[in-house]
């Protein structure tokens, strides 16, 4: 065990261990439930969020009629979070009522709903929204300007690419905002920013630092980016985190390296130790592929 690590709040583990036994427990209740009492569970409102979103995740792939106006009833339920869940399909999109609430809620006052619904038309293609998304980069304070970084790249579309670019190369935002945008324009298969992204993850300072690293390491399994070597430096770079960073670099590391593959130890002292193993066994397997050698 590493010496210098130390793990998070340990009932931030148990609480996540929590979460995914309830969850599982109720998919396990519910995967061969009817469409009626599928809904019957979801317009519970004194049923907990994990059987209501698991009613719901099930209710759509069983493909059934009604699963819109479900879902559109979702919009003006207590809890929010559960529309936040479900991204909608083009074809969904060209029902004007659920576009409608989507534009309801990005105009709204909430923040969180605001970003959950441009994301979600953002997945959806919603290339309208580019214009606000620029207004909200250039001019917007610092939460518009990250939703709209994420909505732009996750549009895949050339003109919403194109806004990313001239704001990069322009030179506008604060180190944050641009470190943000790097990490869009990688992952969109433009470059351009990646010297910043391993400058930040180099410092190892932080939890930049593990986006920065992060951002490279994505960029390397996107389609867009054919070639191997940014998931082999993102991996490094990632090693480098969990070897040399700070204590808050570290911990964030290992809690990214959680949400790729639900490390079992992750909450505990040994995280990163766990992390170091998996980040290296991914970089072996990475190297191995292309140049039959090992990397040690």
């Known amino acids: 065990m590493t010496s ?177 945008v790097a990490g869009a324009l990688i992952q969109s298969g433009d470059p351009r920013g990646r010297s910043v992204l391993e400058a930040t993850a180099r410092r190892a300072q932080g939890v930049w630092s593990v986006i920065a690293a992060t951002c490279v390491y994505v960029a390397g399994r996107c389609s867009k980016n054919p070639d191997d070597l940014h998931q082999q430096d993102g991996l490094k770079l990632m090693l480098h985190v969990l070897n040399e960073g700070d204590l808050d670099a570290k911990q964030g590391m290992v809690n990214q390296i959680w949400n790729f593959e639900h490390l079992p130890h992750a909450f505990t002292a040994d995280g990163r130790d766990e992390a170091q193993a998996w980040v290296e066994s991914q970089l072996e397997s990475c190297i191995l592929q292309q140049t039959g050698r090992s990397w040690r």
């Open 4 to 180: 210098d690590y130390k793990t998070p709040d340990p009932a931030l583990g148990d609480w996540v261990d929590r979460q995914n036994a309830e969850s599982e427990a109720d998919a396990l209740r519910l995967e061969n439930a009817s469409p009626v009492e599928l809904k019957a569970v979801i317009r519970d409102a004194g049923a907990t969020q994990s059987s209501r979103m698991n009613a719901l995740m099930f209710l759509r792939i069983q493909k059934d009629p009604e699963f819109l106006d479900v879902l559109l009833d979702l919009f003006d339920d207590l809890d929010q979070h559960l529309w936040h869940e479900i991204h909608p399909s083009k074809s969904m999109q060209q029902d004007s009522r659920f576009r409608q609430k989507y534009f309801e809620k990005l105009d709204g006052p909430d923040l969180e709903n605001s970003a959950a619904a441009a994301v979600s038309l953002a997945i959806a293609g919603e290339v309208s929204l580019i214009p606000r998304l620029a207004d909200w980069l250039n001019n917007g304070d610092e939460p518009h300007r990250n939703v709209a970084i994420e909505a732009l790249r996750l549009l895949n579309s050339p003109d919403a690419l194109a806004v990313l670019q001239q704001f990069w190369d322009e030179g506008k935002g604060d180190d944050d905002t641009r470190l943000c």
